[in-house]
């Protein structure tokens, strides 16, 4: 499990389309503030509680302070209290707000920061600076976790600077090689993500090297098992195609050249990847070459995880708490039926 994603803000193309609320037109935003209107969405929201998972170096702890003066989330930073105070006496960061929870080493800090969402204190986990697995070991703890029957998986909401709406990608970061069963909860958890971002359908394409099923390329035996999964009602609340190639997902053009004859092709906002190699490798390539920004959340457990990156930008790290409170809203039925959607109409 790998939630170390890295970005790379560069130059800006002149605008992309994004709708901001159902119902209305089309509205030129430029490059990366698909972003600023995520984030604008939460203030129609309270702050959630987030319990930081040992926030003990000046990212994680800047990340947490930068989100919660944005009006996101109430941060809860648990960890070694005396590093954590001369830690923020040294960066100029004011916790006389915050409730801090003392915990003498990393592992404490990620069993404690489960424990508070297990009583109610917070509705939502933050990574710190301690290793993504070592925080999920205690999502998944059977006896003291946060597991559901859903299985836990990651998604990347990328703010891609040619692409008109967030493209998420999943899974690049939790599940290795996914079995079919594994891949219908991985759709499913991004599915459930995307309606909380107010898209009613999304659109998801599953991936692989082709278009057409083949024996000989086990991805394209999943992709239609998938598809006829979503016929049956076993995957919901989406158009599911697969498979597909990673052009005729994201290109009109491409999928006009092939003949595909779908509501997906061309018009992805979910690609659900074979495993975790090419999805890791998509979303860095979207990054490093594309000058795409990568929120990364996981999903599954009964909140949500906000994974973070060392080399996020501070836009990136508060569009992946903006991701989280929209998910935790959503959850409690509190997102307001006028709150501006995010991404642009998934018909």
Not at 119 to 130: R, V, Y
Not at 135 to 140: G, I, N, R
Not at 206 to 229: Q, Y
Request: proline share 6%.
């Amino acid at each position: 499990m790998d939630g170390n994603q890295t970005t790379s803000p560069g130059p800006a193309p002149e605008s992309v389309h994004v709708i901001l609320a159902k119902g209305q037109s089309m509205t030129e935003l430029r490059t990366h503030q698909k972003y600023e209107a995520l984030i604008a969405r939460c203030r129609a929201l309270r702050p959630v509680t987030v319990a930081v998972a040992h926030p003990c170096d000046e990212v994680s702890l800047h990340a947490a302070a930068a989100a919660a003066r944005a009006g996101i989330i109430v941060p809860v930073l648990v960890g070694p209290v005396a590093r954590i105070t001369m830690l923020a006496a040294t960066l100029g960061v004011d916790l006389s707000g915050y409730r801090l929870v003392d915990a003498p080493h990393s592992h404490a800090s990620a069993a404690r920061a489960v424990e508070l969402v297990r009583a109610g204190d917070a509705q939502a986990l933050m990574k710190g600076s301690l290793h993504t697995d070592e925080l999920l070991a205690e999502v998944v703890r059977a006896d003291t976790g946060l597991r559901t029957a859903r299985r836990l998986s990651h998604v990347f909401i990328m703010d891609v600077p040619t692409y008109p709406k967030p493209l998420f990608i999943t899974d690049a970061a939790v599940n290795i090689r996914p079995t079919l069963e594994q891949k219908a909860d991985i759709a499913q958890n991004a599915i459930d993500l995307a309606h909380a971002l107010g898209i009613a359908r999304p659109k998801v394409a599953i991936l692989s090297a082709v278009e057409t099923v083949s024996s000989k390329l086990p991805s394209t035996l999943d992709a239609a098992a998938l598809c006829k999964m979503a016929e049956r009602g076993q995957i919901t609340g989406a158009l599911l195609d697969g498979p597909l190639a990673l052009d005729n997902a994201i290109s009109p053009e491409a999928a006009r050249l092939k003949h595909l004859d779908s509501a997906v092709a061309g018009d992805a906002d979910i690609l659900l990847v074979p495993d975790l190699e090419a999805g890791n490798m998509l979303a860095k390539e979207l990054t490093f070459l594309a000058n795409a920004d990568a929120a990364g959340i996981v999903l599954g457990a009964r909140v949500p995880v906000i994974l973070t990156s060392r080399a996020d930008s501070e836009r990136t790290r508060l569009a992946s708490c903006a991701v989280a409170a929209l998910v935790a809203a959503a959850r409690t039925a509190a997102v307001p039926v006028a709150a501006p959607a995010v991404a642009a109409d998934a018909q």
